[in-house]
């Protein structure tokens, strides 16, 4: 890593970790998460979290820029200081509140599912003997390891798209991962990948993570995503990126029967 010499100003922001008082704040983004987070055809950053992100903090009044990480170590990174919050299809479990903050949700808790290829059958209740891809450092890693180690294996990939790859190859015969993630990768495999098995329930909604001392940085996102979430505009991105909702503001039917 490089060294800059950074001027007294900008280097007292750096060290106390202030990116409200600085008005400029890095939002840590796996960028290989679609619907979430991805790169678009032209290399460029683009998704449900982007355009959010950069929405609330228009709102909050607030310079922001997205920084790419690895999933692996994207809390690790934000506690150091290489950014001040993540938006990358993170949810809210209490194991992450030890070490991290979290804003309100900005999406309900989304089932994982499980996907396989068409004409293969499980029997969940006694699953023995299978390969089931996950990727590592995800609720669904740790909910695999707990359940079904011990007479299966687990193989964990670094990067969620590994893990479509080897399922479509039959490297695997079972992937677990959040079902608005695997929604379009089923629904664009043309009937040879499918469901299978039970929904399961294993986070919380999807949140900001951020570092706990940044209070005032958690209040303006806060409010922030509740304007969001009144108008609209939560929603509206809900349904663009996953045609889902609303789950923010009310059905028109609702708002009819209210005036």
């Known amino acids: 890593m490089k060294k800059i010499l950074l001027p007294l100003a900008i280097a007292m922001v750096?060290?106390?970790g202030s990116a409200v008082a600085a008005d400029k704040v890095r939002i840590g983004t796996e960028g290989a998460y679609a619907p979430w987070n991805f790169m678009d055809d032209k290399g460029k950053l683009a998704g449900y979290e982007i355009d959010l992100g950069m929405d609330l903090c228009k709102r909050a009044e607030l310079e922001c820029e997205f920084v790419v990480n690895e999933w692996d170590s994207i809390i690790p990174n934000m506690i150091a200081g290489n950014y001040d919050m993540i938006m990358a299809g993170m949810s809210v479990t209490d194991e992450r509140k030890e070490t991290i903050a979290?804003?309100?949700e900005y999406f309900p808790a989304d089932?994982?599912?499980y996907a396989a290829a068409k004409g293969d059958e499980f029997d969940f209740d006694n699953l023995k003997g299978k390969n089931i891809g996950v990727q590592g450092g995800t609720i669904q890693a740790a909910y695999a390891e707990?359940?079904?180690k011990e007479n299966n294996t687990i193989k964990s990939y670094e990067k969620p798209d590994q893990s479509v790859a080897d399922l479509a190859a039959g490297n695997i015969d079972i992937l677990l991962a959040d079902g608005s993630f695997l929604d379009p990768v089923v629904e664009?495999?043309?009937g040879m990948i499918v469901y299978v098995g039970p929904n399961v329930q294993i986070g919380g909604g999807v949140a900001i993570g951020m570092?706990?001392?940044d209070t005032d940085l958690a209040e303006k996102m806060?409010?922030?995503l509740t304007e969001a979430k009144a108008?609209?505009?939560v929603d509206k991105l809900v349904m663009e990126y996953f045609k889902k909702g609303p789950f923010y503001t009310p059905a028109e039917e609702e708002k009819k029967a209210a005036e």
């Open 111 to 113: 089932p994982s599912r």
């Open 14 to 16: 750096a060290f106390t």
């Open 211 to 213: 570092r706990q001392k």
């Open 146 to 148: 707990e359940t079904f």
């Open 222 to 224: 806060n409010a922030a």
């Open 188 to 190: 664009g495999s043309g």
């Open 102 to 104: 979290f804003s309100d």
């Open 231 to 233: 108008d609209g505009t």
